[in-house]
């Protein structure tokens, strides 16, 4: 008896655990709402090419030094060649960043949101994590998170993340579930 429970036990737990997992996460909106200017606010902390970044942990902990650079146009810095810089920076290796502003989203619903990133990446919006990569990587797709908008407006977003060594990019793709997932726009971010 106490085994057929247990078992029962295990078969709900891992119903309930498959439910949450399906349920797309509902992002919180930023209160009050902003009136932002286009762009995304970012600093860097670059290490050269004698320090290696290693993964995502190291780089969140060396972003306590960043210093804040030029804003990002928007989410969409595709992979670069080798020696190309890292975004608005002046490095190409070794560059850790934290990007933060807001995410406009134009009608409530169910999108879908997917980051890519060369190397790693912790991404959140409204609150909710919906992307992370903490090791390296060429530039492909992370995560495709479900997220529910409850209404209209803009919502906080926040970027960890960091180059090593190659190439390097960092974009994000979004669609309303249901409908082509495309190339999030600029101007649907700000700060
Ligand atoms: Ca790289």
Known sequence: MKLIRTGMTAAVLAILAGACLAAPLKLQPANPQPNPKAGLNVKY????????????????????????????????????????DVMTFTDPYNVAAEVT?????????????????????????????????????GCEANQRTEVEVPKAGWYPLKIYYFQKLGTSCLMMKSGKKGERITWTPNNVFGR
């Open 45 to 84: 902390v670059g290490q050269g090419t004698q320090r290696k970044i290693r993964d995502l942990s190291q780089a969140k902990q060396l972003l306590s030094k960043a210093q804040p650079g030029q804003p990002l146009r928007g989410l969409d810095y595709a992979d670069t060649n080798k020696g190309e």
């Open 101 to 137: 502003g807001y995410m406009r989203f134009d009608a409530p619903g169910i999108y879908e949101l997917e980051t890519w990133s060369n190397d790693g990446i912790e991404a959140w919006v409204g609150g909710q994590q919906i992307g992370r990569v903490t090791g390296i990587q």
